[in-house]
């Protein structure tokens, strides 16, 4: 299985919104609505923070939401906050029971 | 609360194997998918596999199959992954993650602490 295509980087201001892209094949993102995005600060274990394409686990602020349109999710980052400068990777469920993550994307809080 | 903590940090000869434990405790071990998942430095999270804790149904990434075995110890909570053959690409941090909700496999929620493998002449 191929890994899935993000962006290396994305940034943007505090308060201002960015959106991430992760892109796969009808074989897994299109194929499913099993999408998940994780964060993950340096030195530490990723963070779940959407599932099934759009769910927040409790705790999640709602700033953070998710989609997917065709075979391409996206996590979207709302009100940007110095605390979510971090690496964004999103996960496919794929055919036959697979996993597969994305390359990730640094984001910059400028 | 859910706890997964991993074995120590190894160093490891190209062509020898290792084998990563991971605890599971404040769940019931037996309800929820155990992934393995690895990132080598500066590198993306990349999966290996998975284990139904249940009733030990395997499932590995085609880039591992052969060389990875993900194994389950149930009276004791713990999952195991080995993995021979290694050589100096496979240095890099293993974690254990468990599925997020009962009986799905597609999100991960829970993360072990990691544990660095170093391979090395």
């Known amino acids: 299985q191929s890994a899935l295509t993000q962006p290396p980087s994305a940034s943007g201001s505090p308060g201002q919104s960015v959106t991430i892209s992760c892109t796969g094949t009808s074989s897994d993102v299109g194929g499913y609505n099993y999408v998940s995005w994780y964060q993950q600060h340096p030195g530490k274990a990723p963070k779940l923070m959407i599932y099934e394409v759009s769910k927040r686990p409790s705790g999640v602020p709602d700033r953070f939401s998710g989609s997917k349109s065709g075979n391409t999710a996206s996590l979207t980052v709302s009100g940007l906050q110095a605390e979510d400068e971090a690496d964004y990777c999103c996960?496919?469920?794929?055919?036959?029971?697979?996993?597969?993550f994305g390359g990730g994307t640094k984001l910059t809080v400028l | 609360q859910v706890q997964l903590v991993q074995s120590g940090a190894e160093v490891k000869k190209p062509g020898a194997s290792v084998k990563v434990s991971c605890k599971a405790s404040g769940y019931i071990f037996t309800s929820y998918a155990m992934h393995w998942v690895r990132q080598a430095p500066g590198q993306r999270l990349e999966w290996m596999g998975w284990i139904n804790a249940g009733n030990g149904y395997t499932k590995y990434s085609q880039k591992f199959q052969g060389r990875v075995t993900i194994t389950r110890d149930t009276p004791a909570t713990t999952a195991y992954m080995e993995l021979s053959s290694l050589r100096s690409e496979d240095t890099a941090v293993y974690y254990c993650a468990r599925g997020f909700r009962v009986g799905a496999i597609s999100a991960v929620g829970y993360w072990g602490q990691g544990t660095l493998v170093t391979v090395s002449s």
């Open positions: 996960s496919s469920y794929a055919r036959s029971n697979n996993l597969v």
